[in-house]
């Protein structure tokens, strides 16, 4: 036991107000473990909060990083592989550009082929209803 311990034990028994006190609540060794009670009963008490956030945040993480698509390569063939099919993809593309065959012009066809055809049943309708009321 510290000096400091018998110091204040010596205090609490002598002094003529708190000696008549229980020394169970006197002292540093008393409000030391008071307060480590209370510190374990708020930590209980906020624990399941607390690691519901901290899952809830980990899966946003998660969704963002999936969101950034697969990682870089780390290993040298990987990254070979890697430049090799994405200049593949460019020079598809570039040909397909040239071509007039690009993504965005087979969707502008594709469109304009679904326009054209709602077109053509259109007038066919009208032209049997002309036909009908006449």
């Not at 969707?107 to 036909?131: A, D, N, R």
């Amino acid at each position: 036991m510290s000096i400091a311990l018998n110091s204040e034990d010596r205090y609490f028994k002598e002094h003529p107000v708190y000696r008549n006190i229980d020394s169970r609540y006197v002292g540093t060794r008393s409000l030391t473990k008071r307060l480590t009670e209370v510190l374990e009963k708020n930590i209980n008490r906020h624990l399941r909060s607390i690691l519901k956030e901290v899952n809830e945040k980990g899966k946003e993480c998660e969704d963002v990083i999936r969101s950034l698509g697969e990682p870089m390569p780390k290993e040298g063939k990987e990254k070979i592989y890697l430049i090799w099919k994405l200049l593949t993809e460019f020079t598809e593309q570039y040909k397909a550009a040239i071509k007039g065959k690009s993504k965005e012009h087979e969707e502008k066809v594709q469109k304009e082929l679904k326009l054209s055809t709602g077109s053509i049943i259109k007038s066919m309708f009208e032209e049997l209803y002309e036909e009908e009321t006449s």
